[in-house]
């Protein structure tokens, strides 16, 4: 599977300027005869969370119809990062899978809110997981903090997840420990594991980019752009089998003891 992410800036409270952006970078990407294109966290309108109720996209129909429309045009599969949403009064970080005909197979909320970041204040927290196909390889997707919950990525690995799709808006003042937890995300579930991370500024943070690409060892496929644009890397699936074969962690998993000790 050849990847494209779109380490895109993202303009503050402008999900005008933000869509067109978006449709160029895919466009763009898909010229490069990709499989799959990969959006950062909340590229529609950044952290702008007190203006929520203006910009957020009433129960994702913009967002939907957009990704379908680009999905089709280039014959891609978009992983579309996540975008604000507004459901039934209520506002959600919420990430939308389209495949290459234009068919929404997958939406997710993000599960752990960042409180450093206020997005408790405004948005509420997603109940589900987020497991779904692509060209015949079972994928998860989560966003951003949810990256710092292990337990919360090897529940869509133990349910056959071999990429883990990880949108992000993770500041530069903490981009080592982003590094790190995704290489031991690849390495304890022995996955794939596609991570975009925005650049550009906003009026709280600042962003550096860093998205990476790391395999089920943890080598890393591509990492340490710090500028906008469009990263390439190609997936051999294969390789998930082989890793799992060598180390056979799942086998020798003891989910009864776990189950044990946390009931005591």
């Known amino acids: 599977m050849k990847i494209a992410v779109v380490q895109m800036d993202v303009a503050f409270a402008d999900p005008e300027k933000n869509f067109l952006r978006a449709q160029n970078w895919i466009e763009e990407a898909a010229e490069n005869a990709v499989d799959t294109i990969v959006l950062p966290e909340m590229w529609n309108a950044g952290y702008a969370l007190e203006?929520?109720?203006?910009?957020?996209?009433?129960?994702?129909?913009?967002?939907?119809?957009?990704?379908?429309?680009?999905?089709?045009?280039?014959?891609?599969?978009?992983?579309?990062?996540?975008?604000?949403?507004?459901?039934?009064?209520?506002?959600?970080?919420?990430?939308?899978?389209?495949?290459?005909?234009?068919?929404?197979?997958?939406?997710?909320?993000?599960?752990?809110?960042?409180?450093?970041?206020?997005?408790?204040?405004?948005?509420?927290?997603?109940?589900?997981?987020?497991?779904?196909?692509?060209?015949?390889?079972?994928?998860?997707?989560?966003?951003?903090?949810?990256?710092?919950f292990p337990e919360w990525i090897r529940a869509h690995v133990l349910k056959g997840a071999q990429i883990m799709f990880i949108p992000a808006q993770w500041p530069s003042k903490r981009i080592d420990h982003w590094q790190l937890l995704l290489q031991a995300r690849a390495i304890e579930n022995q996955c794939y594991i596609v991570a975009v991370n925005r650049v550009g500024k906003d009026p709280n943070n600042e962003f550096n980019g860093h998205s990476m690409v790391i395999a089920p060892w943890g080598d890393l496929l591509l990492s340490g752009e710090t500028s906008e644009g469009i990263l390439y890397a190609e997936l051999d699936l294969q390789e998930v089998k082989r890793v799992r074969d060598t180390i056979p962690v799942f086998n020798d998993r003891r989910p009864n003891l776990y189950e044990k000790i946390f009931s005591e």
Do not use: P, W
Not at 91 to 107: H, K, L, M, P, S
């Open 51 to 148: 203006e929520l109720d203006r910009l957020a996209d009433e129960n994702g129909e913009r967002t939907k119809a957009f990704l379908s429309e680009q999905a089709k045009k280039c014959n891609v599969n978009i992983v579309g990062g996540s975008v604000a949403v507004k459901k039934n009064g209520q506002y959600f970080n919420t990430q939308y899978v389209t495949n290459r005909n234009g068919d929404i197979v997958a939406e997710y909320d993000k599960a752990h809110l960042f409180k450093l970041m206020d997005e408790h204040l405004y948005m509420n927290a997603g109940e589900k997981a987020n497991v779904f196909n692509i060209e015949g390889v079972t994928c998860g997707g989560v966003i951003c903090y949810d990256l710092r």
